[in-house]
């Protein structure tokens, strides 16, 4: 199995900061990476897709980057909608596996 | 709009049989890779496994002993089946499409919550 490893597990910050989350995969999967973001009580959102790319109605402040073994999510100015738990998934080769989740909370 | 709706028992006892089953509306379930993912309790999500293209399906490692997803296209449904529960088997069950292989997950269903007690 492909591991996810997301950093940091959980981050405090305000609205307006920038904020990056990482995940790194134990094996090359070139750009098939995912960004969830998942609200209280809510399912998980698809907002980034292949490593780079925003899905149909995410705010531009959403980002992604990376390819390979490396990847970041950058929030440029927080809203405070943005406060919930991220994950990151590959889907390049089975089984899917998801990182642990980041959990960003209110500083 | 697609959408998925889960539903199935929210209380099992250990041993059993969990069933839950999907609803999609919106779209038709015979083009797609329909999954089932969990969220266990103070843990990160876990991909179950999916059925797609009449029926060919792919398991976690984790847990291939013990599921089986099925499609039943007459009524746009696809189940989860899992057998021998645990306590460990306590989790949100998501229901979920993905467009196709090497495709995120555009959508998913609000989840259905089994708890697993005796």
């Known amino acids: 199995d492909i591991q996810m490893t997301q950093s940091p597990s959980s981050l405090s910050a305000s609205v307006g900061d920038r904020v990056t989350i990482t995940c790194r995969a134990s094996q090359d999967i070139d750009i098939w990476l995912a960004w969830y973001q998942q609200t209280p009580g809510k399912a998980p959102k698809c907002l980034i897709y292949a490593a780079i790319n925003p899905q149909s109605g995410v705010p531009s402040r959403f980002s992604g980057s990376g390819s390979g073994t490396d990847f970041t999510l950058t929030i440029s100015s927080l809203q405070p909608e943005d406060f919930a738990i991220y994950y990151c998934q590959q889907y390049s080769s089975l089984p899917i596996t998801f990182g642990q989740g980041t959990r960003l909370e209110i500083k | 709009q697609v959408q998925l709706q889960e539903s199935g028992p929210g209380l099992m006892k250990p041993s059993e049989t969990l069933s839950l089953s999907c609803t999609v509306s919106g779209d038709s379930i015979t083009p797609y890779y329909w999954n089932w993912i969990r969220r266990r309790p103070g843990k990160g999500l876990e991909w179950i496994g999916y059925i797609y293209y009449g029926g060919r399906t792919n398991y976690n490692p984790s847990l291939e002993s013990r599921v089986t997803i099925s499609q039943d296209t007459s009524t746009n449904q696809f189940s989860l089946k899992l057998v021998s529960l645990t306590a460990a088997d306590t989790a949100v069950y998501y229901c979920?499409?993905?467009?196709?292989?090497?495709?995120?997950?555009?959508?998913w269903g609000q989840g259905r919550l089994v708890t697993v007690s005796s």
């Open positions: 979920a499409r993905m467009y196709g292989y090497n495709y995120p997950i555009d959508y």
